[in-house]
């Protein structure tokens, strides 16, 4: 059974830089990709990075130029390195992983289209 693990949330001021880890167990090399989503508190969950290995990286509008999505294949992790946060950054985060094949630019912000979720850490951006 795969598990996702999310870790590294926090409270920080505007402009200031937070590193989001997604530890996975149980993986396979044959999973080809995971996402970052995002709910702050009223709103939908929305997609904000999408990583399938081989592929270039996708991201939301709102964060491009400022979040990185990385892999570390030796940890089984998956960084979201998030540069410049704004007060609108504040939600929590989770990580998805998608076992069958890798998802278009449209796509990949379907939460559905994902099989195994963490439970989420908390990101708090404050002016």
């Known amino acids: 059974q795969v598990q996702l693990v999310e870790s590294g949330g926090g409270s920080v001021r505007t402009g200031g830089s937070l590193t989001l880890f997604c530890a996975v167990s149980g993986y396979t090399s044959s999973t080809p990709s995971i996402a970052w989503f995002r709910q702050a508190p009223g709103k939908e969950r929305e997609g904000v990075a999408y990583?399938?290995?081989?592929?270039?990286?996708y991201y939301a509008d709102s964060v491009k130029g400022r979040f990185t999505i990385s892999p570390d294949n030796t940890k089984n992790t998956v960084y979201l390195q998030m540069n410049s946060l704004k007060p609108e950054d504040t939600a929590m985060y989770f990580c998805?992983?998608?076992?069958?094949?890798?998802?278009?630019?449209?796509?990949?912000?379907?939460?559905?289209?994902?099989?195994?979720w963490g439970q989420g850490t908390q990101v708090t951006v404050s002016s």
């Open positions: 990583l399938c290995l081989g592929y270039n990286p």
């Open positions: 998805a992983q998608r076992r069958e094949l890798c998802l278009g630019p449209q796509a990949w912000r379907t939460e559905f289209n994902y099989n195994y």
